[in-house]
Each structure stands twice: as structure tokens, then as C-alpha cells.
């Protein structure tokens, strides 16, 4: 693994990280339907953050653990606030793992972005469908 991939691999680990702690906000506001989707996506979510950390160790790298709590950047206090949370922590974890992708010099470090990308991509899609964003897709996600 190159210092550039180590470094992406740790920034991705963060969001993961981030998005685990928020997926627990967006639990406690979420609206009751929507409770199978948040499950799934912390799931989803725990799964690629100990299949990142075990990617790091493979690689010989120092891992830092998680942050004892994380903010919000905006109050959440109702399903809308916290789907638009979950819209956020997905965009925020597809940008990092862009940035795998991007400087991936390895095809099975590219491959790791690329599929945990797709994951973020289409749980956004989810997510802004729920708030009634039309269309919910984007065309590059992860792009800032």
C-alpha cells in the first residue's frame, strides 16, 4: 500500500467513522417507516469501517481510533432534518471515497473505492428520494 493510498484509506476510515456515530442521530429522529433503511445503512456502514480498518492493518498502518462524538452540521429535530442528515453523511463518506479511488494506485485499493462509492452512491439515491429530490441521482458522486 503507497503513503497516498494509507492516507485516502484513513480519511475514508474517518468518514466511516462519522457516518457509524451520525447513522445513531439519524436513528433516534428518523421517521418510523424509514427505520428498516437507517438499520441497513448502519449496518452498511459499521461493515465497511471494519473492512477498512482490516485493510489498514493488512497494510502495516497506524489507525486512529474514533472521535468520541461528532456534530452535526445542523440541528436534527424531526424525520426531515434527519433524512437530509443521512443525505449529508452519505455525500460526505462518497467524497472520501472518491478520493480511494482517485489515488488508488493499486487495482485492489481502487476496487475497495469504487465499491464502497457505488454504496454511498446508491444510498444517497435512497435518501433523496425520500426528500422528494428530483432526479435523486448525481452524475459524479463523491464530487464536490
Known sequence: MTDAERRALLDA???EYGAVY??????????PEHAGVVA????????RRDATLDELA???AIVPPPAAAYAAPFP?????SAARLAATVETDTAVAWRAVV???ESEP???????ALTECA??????QSILGTNPPTVAFPGRV
Open 22 to 31: 451520525t447513522y445513531g442521530v439519524i436513528a433516534a429522529y428518523s421517521a
Open 76 to 80: 436534527v429535530t424531526d424525520p426531515v
Open 40 to 47: 441497513e445503512n448502519a449496518a452498511a456502514h459499521r461493515a
Open 122 to 127: 446508491v444510498r444517497l439515491a435512497t435518501w
Open 13 to 15: 476510515l474517518s468518514a
Open 109 to 115: 485499493i481502487r476496487r475497495i473505492g469504487v465499491d
Open 58 to 60: 493488512k497494510g502495516g
Open 102 to 104: 482517485e489515488r488508488g
